[in-house]
């Protein structure tokens, strides 16, 4: 399959993230699909401690562990969030994401920040609060395919032009593509480099 995608020419151009945590002098990391601050975060963090519980309940480990971040939300780090030159949002958790779908449920795609694309386009939603009951009923508008209420009194998020800086009162978890990646004040989000990729199946 992918000699054949190669003899027909089939490659495409993805445009991935990239991550600087920490301020001029922290660290930098690439991301493919999606990075997160915050719950998100916290959540991987939670499940990647535990790798037989992620072995034994596979994705419902996820969830289990989003129920408990989500019940611990009351002493995560407040993040303030800044899109390009827009006023700032303060939010309790972020996600950015350079393609999509964001995660799956299952077989099912979770198209969670609206507007990002392989093709280079980076976006990211915030979680202005933190309730368990909401975040199911947006999780389950997800998994339905609806288009989540960006705007409203929850969620805030658009496209990304230049970079995304979050930053937090106190360190805040950080993963990139289901790796934790510690705990950090600052973050900066923005387009990385562009990978060259085959395309197995005709469109």
């Excluded at 390009?84 to 099912?108: K, S």
């Excluded at 939603?125 to 209420?149: F, K, N, Q, Y």
Aim: a positive charge; one cysteine or more; aromatic letters at 4%.
């Amino acid at each position: 399959m992918l000699a054949g995608a190669l003899a027909a020419g089939r490659v495409r151009d993805a445009g991935l993230g990239l991550l600087q945590m920490g301020g001029e002098d922290g660290s930098e990391r690439v991301f493919a699909v999606n990075a997160g601050i915050g719950l998100d975060a916290a959540t991987v963090e939670w499940i990647e401690a535990r790798p037989r519980t992620k072995r034994r309940l596979r994705q419902a480990g996820f969830i289990l562990g989003a129920a408990i971040a989500a019940g611990r939300s009351s002493r995560a780090p407040h993040l303030r969030v800044r899109a390009d030159d827009a006023e700032p949002v303060l939010a309790r958790a972020v996600l950015a994401a350079c393609g999509t779908p964001y995660t799956y449920l299952g077989r099912r795609p979770l198209d969670l920040v609206p507007g990002a694309a392989f093709d280079g386009r980076l976006a990211w939603l915030g979680l202005t609060r933190i309730h368990p009951a909401e975040l199911g009923r947006l999780g389950l508008r997800a998994a339905r395919g609806r288009d989540l209420p960006i705007g409203s009194g929850a969620l805030a998020g658009g496209t990304i032009a230049r970079e995304l800086v979050v930053e937090s009162d106190a360190p805040a978890p950080v993963q990139a593509d289901g790796e934790p990646l510690g705990r950090h004040l600052q973050v900066r989000v923005s387009r990385g480099p562009v990978l060259r990729a085959v395309e197995p199946r005709p469109g």
